[in-house]
């Protein structure tokens, strides 16, 4: 019987365990789709501005020399890292930490890194890796442009001030709920693609091609940033659904394993006490 105790304990814990994770998928799949629908809508914007930005990157050193487009020998990297502050969404974080990891120890290796968490999973690895200068992880309280802006802003100071060579963000790029995709953007310095100097040749400029410049280039980097967040907000409530949704399907697999056992186990005891009451019987009348 004490076993079958034990068996009862754990398909209570199971259960309740399965209730916790079909009610944070059901939490995360609410906040899914307000999230994939705010990230849907920005991204033709956003790349619209990107490629206004690549066709006139061509023409950035002869025309208005912008600071952001500085090629400087890079000696000194700062990458920002882009998580979520709360776990339990499968490998999401994971892969993050890791392609930080790979940048520190094989790309840039030999070469200073330093990190600008926005997510407390990336802060608490970090800090113990690498050097972390700054921790954004209050703008999932409200994220907004203006308050992603204000992260930018900084991130193009370091860059102008010369504290830094080169600049990346790593984030996982939101597909669908089950398939986020780990992407390593270089933010800056902007590099002009290739032939991207014949899409400005579409456009009349008014005001100056440098006026125009000079505003686009902040605009470009803060919704760059904005956009790796988004994705990056909205990658997170699909992988934590997807991890809940195989959570609870193992639990609930598990609880029928469990019950199954306890039915067998509470059968056999039964037999058990059919026998004993049976050879007690025949003892007496022998």
Do not use: W
Request: charged share 25%.
């Amino acid at each position: 019987m004490a076993n079958l105790k034990e068996i009862r304990n754990r398909i209570a814990s199971v259960s309740s365990t399965m209730q916790i994770t079909s009610a944070m998928k059901m939490v995360s799949a609410a906040k899914l789709k307000k999230a994939q629908d705010a990230i849907t809508a920005m991204r033709p914007y956003a790349d619209k501005l990107t490629e206004l930005l690549q066709g006139l990157s061509a023409s950035l050193d002869s025309d208005s020399g912008s600071v952001y487009a500085d090629n400087r020998e890079v000696n000194k990297v700062l990458v920002v890292a882009i998580t979520s502050n709360r776990g339990l969404a499968g490998a999401f974080n994971s892969n993050i930490l890791k392609q930080c990891t790979i940048l520190i120890n094989e790309k840039y290796a030999g070469k200073q890194v330093d990190f600008v968490a926005v997510g407390k999973k990336a802060n608490d690895f970090l800090v113990k890796k690498s050097n972390v200068i700054a921790n954004h992880s209050s703008v999932y309280d409200d994220l907004t442009f203006d308050n992603v802006s204000a992260i930018a802003e900084d991130l193009m100071e370091q860059f102008t001030l010369g504290n830094y060579d080169r600049i990346d963000i790593v984030y996982n790029k939101f597909k669908n709920a089950a398939t986020q995709i780990i992407m390593n953007e270089q933010f800056l310095p902007i590099v002009p693609v290739e032939g991207a100097e014949n899409l400005s040749s579409d456009y009349v400029f008014e005001p100056s091609k440098i006026e125009i410049i000079e505003h686009l280039i902040p605009k470009s980097l803060k919704t760059q940033l904005y956009k790796g967040i988004r994705d990056s907000f909205a990658s997170e409530h699909g992988a934590r659904m997807t991890a809940m949704h195989k959570a609870t399907d193992n639990a609930t697999d598990l609880r029928d394993q469990l019950k199954l056992s306890y039915n067998q186990a509470r059968q056999a005891a039964i037999t058990n006490e059919i026998l004993e009451i049976v050879g007690g019987a025949e003892a007496l009348n022998n």
